[in-house]
């Protein structure tokens, strides 16, 4: 858990956070290895020049193999190829994650989709899609549905990294997540303002937010809307500065250098977290607000929870029973499920339908 300072504001490294998830990581490898099994593969599809993307790809070969998992880049000189090697990394069964890097076609104008890029990420298979972005993800995580296999409950929905990786750094953060409370009610009586609304990071952020119970303002250029009770409203008197006013969590996303958010809105013991690669507020005015926690970056937790979703994908659709059973065995986390509770209480019964007979035998 990250301290904040009561007379003073706080700048918090990232890397503490992504620190355990990693370290989590290379256990679940090392184990894997114990039992003879290869390590989760990971394949990339980059078909841009876009130096982001670029960095993107080389940072997550990096962090996966520094980890121990299995990482492939697959570079196509031509956009309309990616169809293609999309398809047969979803139908190869050594695949085990998926992770093409985005723009490709950009808003080009397509028959498939409301863009080609939306048909393509619509087209990774779930049992694939580290970055939680297909339809089925996208739609359940708006409709609030944690899991696929309800009521067992045992495979959960899959959710986008950098907004994955925003939740789990608040939730390190103090006076943030309460976790007395039951899921869905963690933030309840928390007021947070996301300033972006992208598909990948502010939408399913603001989206994850409101289904732990948060109110969340969520602004971007044009228009402000209020996620509340997983209904959202939109909200024409509301501006920028009385949403931040309101907010004890403010997140901010602007892509552009001269966007700075007015540090006069922010209040004390607030969380201020930037997920833009351009620092959206003036650090050194925010720092001097009495117990503010601020995290400059969150590309360390991304990456992290790439590996994570990736550790996900390979226990929920393609590990091999014996390392499940043997997971399952050897970790409190994992949630057992009903049937092998069921399993457990009828050897229980049987056993002592034996013993019983041998007692009475004598
Ligand atoms: P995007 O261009 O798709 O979306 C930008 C959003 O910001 C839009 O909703 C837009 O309306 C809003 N916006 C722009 N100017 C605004 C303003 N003045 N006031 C309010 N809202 C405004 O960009 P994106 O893909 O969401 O990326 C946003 C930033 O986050 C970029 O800097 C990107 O590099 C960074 N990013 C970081 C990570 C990570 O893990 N570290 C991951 C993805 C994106």
């Known amino acids: 858990m990250i301290e904040a300072d009561l007379t003073k504001g706080v700048k918090v490294n990232a890397g503490v956070v992504a ?3 990693r370290d989590e990581i290379k256990e679940k490898v090392e184990a894997m290895k114990q039992e003879g099994l290869e390590p989760p593969l990971l394949v990339g599809l980059l078909a841009n020049k876009d130096p982001a993307a670029r960095k993107y790809a080389e940072w997550t070969g990096k962090a996966c193999r520094a980890d121990g998992l299995r990482y492939e880049l697959r570079t196509l000189d031509d956009p309309i190829d990616v169809e293609a090697a999309l398809i047969d990394a979803n139908d190869d069964p050594r695949v ?3 992770i093409v890097y985005y723009p490709i076609f950009g808003q080009e104008e397509s028959f498939s989709g409301a863009s080609q890029d939306d048909y393509l990420r619509d ?11 297909c339809h089925l993800y996208r739609t359940n995580l708006y409709r609030n549905v944690r899991y696929l296999d309800y009521p067992t409950n045992n495979q959960k929905c899959l ?8 939740v789990k750094i608040i939730e390190a953060c103090p006076r943030t997540y309460d976790m007395t409370k039951p899921v869905g009610r963690k933030l309840e009586g928390k007021t947070v303002t996301v300033i972006n609304r992208s598909e990948i990071v502010g939408r399913p952020l603001a ?12 602004v971007d250029i044009n ?5 509340k009770d997983g209904r959202l409203h939109p909200c024409p008197d509301e501006t920028p500065e009385s949403c931040v006013r309101k907010s004890s969590i403010i997140v901010t996303g ?9 540090t006069e809105w922010i209040n004390p013991n607030s969380t201020v977290v930037n997920v833009a690669s351009f620092k959206n507020v003036d650090e050194e005015a925010l720092l001097k607000i009495p117990g503010v926690v601020y995290v ?10 790439l590996e994570r979703n990736l550790m996900r994908l390979y226990e929920q659709f393609h590990a091999p029973h014996r390392y499940l059973k043997n997971a399952y065995h050897n970790s409190s986390t994992m949630v057992s499920s009903p049937w092998s509770f069921r399993l457990q209480a009828y050897s229980a019964v049987v056993l002592t339908a034996i013993l019983a007979l041998q007692i009475l035998k004598k």
């Open 19 to 21: 620190k355990s998830f």
């Open 96 to 98: 085990h994650g998926i």
């Open 123 to 133: 087209s990774v298979s779930h049992k694939c899609d580290v970055e939680g972005l």
């Open 159 to 166: 959710l986008p990294c950098t907004a994955l990786s925003v």
């Open 207 to 218: 989206a994850m937010l409101a289904n732990d119970g948060a109110v969340v303002y969520s």
């Open 223 to 227: 228009s402000i809307y209020m996620f």
């Open 254 to 262: 602007v892509p552009t250098k001269n966007y700075k958010l007015p």
């Open 296 to 305: 400059p970056l969150v590309g360390k937790v991304t990456v992290a929870m």
